[in-house]
């Protein structure tokens, strides 16, 4: 589910009710275990969902980007939040209040119903991560998360892909629920393949089907 969540019309009665916001890289937008009372509609750039652990160590659920909805489930049950939403760079966002988004719903079925094909879609995306930590070594889960960013975000070139990266190395362990020196061993594994070549925050995929292969 992308940017078709809402179409242009449902995007613009929404903006009416609400305000849009423009945040810089590394601003939370929510922080786990606030009060639920706003609902978050992502324009531009990309954000990290995560939490932390009792210890402090951060794992990495999702990176969501355009056309994303965030915030729904706390809106929808009153409940805190369970997780943290960062920028990971300049963001826009349009920002509603529960109790607005909530009436909005009542008003648009069409949209409920994609609403729940979005919440299907990130369980199974749960789900499958679970099976990646139990049956994937972490080159296999590094390869995983870059196909994942390379669907997503990639830009076609001569024969290769070339990925934004927004995450950090240390970002990229959280997220594949390894070391930073694992992840870089991963890498490394992954440019002598011949499957990628690294830059500053940026990867160039030169064997799509070979990382998603790695990463299934």
Do not use: N
């Not at 799509?208 to 790695?214: I, K, S």
């Amino acid at each position: 589910m992308g940017t078709d969540l809402l179409t242009p019309e449902q995007l613009d009665e929404l903006r009416g009710l609400a305000g849009t916001r423009r945040l810089r890289r590394g601003v939370t937008l929510f922080c786990e275990g606030d009060r639920s009372d706003t609902v978050a509609y992502l324009l531009s750039g990309r954000v990290k969902v995560s939490y932390h652990t009792r210890t402090g160590v951060e794992v990495v659920l999702a990176v969501h980007g355009p056309g994303q909805l965030l915030g729904e489930l706390s809106a929808i049950d009153g409940s805190p939040r369970s997780a943290s939403v960062v920028a990971l760079e300049p963001v826009d966002v349009v920002l509603v209040p529960a109790v607005t988004f909530r009436r909005f719903l009542t008003t648009h079925p069409d949209l409920t119903l994609r609403l729940l094909e979005l919440l299907a879609e990130r369980l199974r995306d749960a789900d499958r991560k679970r099976v990646e930590f139990g049956s994937h070594d972490v080159v296999g889960r590094v390869a995983a998360r870059l196909s994942e960013l390379t669907e997503r975000y990639g830009v076609a070139g001569d024969g290769t892909v070339d990925v934004e990266l927004p995450l950090t190395q240390d970002e990229l362990a959280a997220w594949v629920g390894a070391s930073r020196e694992g992840v870089s061993k991963a890498l490394r594994v992954l440019r002598e393949r011949g499957v990628i070549a690294t830059g500053r925050r940026r990867i160039i995929v030169h064997d799509r089907d070979e990382l998603a292969r790695r990463g299934g």
